[in-house]
């Protein structure tokens, strides 16, 4: 049987739904004990020359970038752009970035997620190739055609350009910082509360819902979360499991063209921390705060799906909380995309109704598909991945409000709107059970 990842890039993986064959537009994932002198090689099997931008920040040119572009500098006029300390995914430094490989043919990004984002983007914008050679397996984006771009403050999806290549070295992956690897652990283990958020959605209001994003993950997942103590002894086929979970949750995205499968009530909660941190805090890895929300989101799944059919109450949640919560800029961009899905003394009995002729079917239902919060916590926590709000550095009252106010950033339904909205328990009852 064919590697499932190379089959995927082939073009020759069926989808058991459709009948149909999945395609990418990466052409070739390498993940390899060590890559070492074979960047050149690398870059030209996926057809990339001509002039080259290497794009990589302080410490990703230190862990492989010096090393690439040593590699790549012969090819044609090729530039290395070096971003500093700590560059930011956002709409100013991609317009940065975009004016400096103005006159490249490619990008080949040297990093991890802000690098990555990065130059998905700029190159999207520029119809231009990109490559990728990952530092860290912190997140699950290498594979994905989004990119977490923060546009007015407001942390966005946004459609970006799939890597032609992505090569990852497990030698120069196992030495990257430790919160960075418990970082892509975290990310990966949110597959059971997204998938279960998005399903709800689809039998409550026929919204767009796809087993095969998880369908290619199974067989890896397995493997990865079976022997998680590994992930924290950075263990050569831990780490490359790892990496191989987070290509296939990369392109599970991209088969369904947005970050929907890999991205629910959990990154809700996250991308509140992201945009309205509290004062002082040092701030977190990406997928050590989905590690954190993954069990809070489980939690209140697990809670509800576990009694009685809820019955939803219109939200008490107004325009003036929200611009309270968020300013008044990014208030307004909060509501325009929690309006749409707002449970309202107009709406609210239909979905009470939705809700009485499905709830055992779907109870049935996601039992297949859902985590126990306490299976994910022992998961993390044998990975040495955080756990808890105070492992992040957060206050219990801090992470209440991004618990109740993360839903306004997306407009997609899942069990915290259930939560905030039906009568009984509250959200932050169960949040932190």
């Excluded at 999806?157 to 799939?162: C, D, E, F, I, Y």
């Excluded at 009685?308 to 008490?316: L, T």
């Excluded at 109704?353 to 996601?366: G, I, K, N, P, V």
Aim: with cysteine; proline share 4%.
């Amino acid at each position: 049987m064919p590697d499932i990842i190379e089959a995927i890039i082939e073009g020759s993986y069926v989808d058991p739904e459709t009948g149909d064959a999945l395609g990418v537009p990466t052409q070739r994932v390498v993940i390899e004990k060590d890559l070492t002198g074979q960047a050149s090689n690398l870059v030209g099997s996926v057809g990339m020359s001509g002039k080259l931008a290497v794009v990589c920040d302080r410490n990703t040119y230190a862990a492989m970038g010096e090393r690439i572009w040593k590699e790549l500098s012969g090819r044609g006029e090729s530039q290395l752009l070096d971003f500093g300390d700590s560059p930011h995914a956002d709409e100013e430094t991609a317009t940065r970035l975009i004016a400096e490989t103005s006159q490249c043919d490619g990008l080949v990004a040297v990093g991890s997620g802000t690098i990555n984002d990065l130059c998905k983007y700029a190159s999207a914008e520029q119809g231009k190739p990109y490559a990728v050679f990952a530092t860290a397996p912190s997140m699950n984006g290498y594979t994905s055609v989004n990119a977490a771009i923060t546009v007015n403050g407001l942390k966005k999806t946004l459609s970006a350009k799939g890597a032609v290549g992505v090569f990852m070295d497990a030698k120069v992956i196992a030495r990257s910082p430790e919160r960075l690897i418990m970082s892509g652990f975290g990310d990966s283990i949110c597959r059971s509360t997204a998938q279960t958020d998005w399903y709800l959605s689809h039998r409550l209001f026929g919204t767009e819902y796809r087993s095969v994003p998880y369908d290619i993950l199974k067989e890896e997942e397995t493997i990865l979360f079976g022997n998680a103590e590994g992930i924290r002894h950075r263990d050569s086929n831990s780490i490359m499991s790892l990496c191989r979970v987070l290509t296939l949750s990369g392109f599970g995205m991209t088969i369904c063209g947005g970050s929907a499968p890999a991205s629910q009530g959990e990154h809700m909660i996250s991308h509140f921390m992201d945009m309205i941190p509290p004062a002082g805090w040092l701030g977190a890895y990406h997928g050590e705060q989905i590690a954190v929300t993954t069990i809070s989101s489980a939690a209140i799944q697990g809670a509800i799906l576990n009694g009685d059919v809820p019955e939803m109450r219109a939200s008490k949640t107004t325009r003036a909380n929200v611009d309270d919560t968020f300013g008044a800029e990014l208030g307004a961009l909060c509501w325009a995309e929690y309006e749409p899905k707002r449970i309202t003394s107009e709406n609210v009995d239909e979905i009470n109704s939705r809700l009485q002729a499905t709830w055992t079917d779907l109870q049935r239902e996601l039992s297949t598909i859902y985590v126990d919060a306490s299976s994910i916590r022992k998961s993390l926590s044998d990975a040495g991945a955080p756990t808890t709000p105070d492992d992040l550095g957060l206050t219990n009252d801090y992470y209440d409000k991004a618990t109740v106010f993360g839903r306004t950033i997306r407009n997609r339904f899942s069990f915290l709107d259930i939560a905030c909205d039906r009568a009984g328990p509250g959200i932050l009852e169960i949040a932190r059970s």
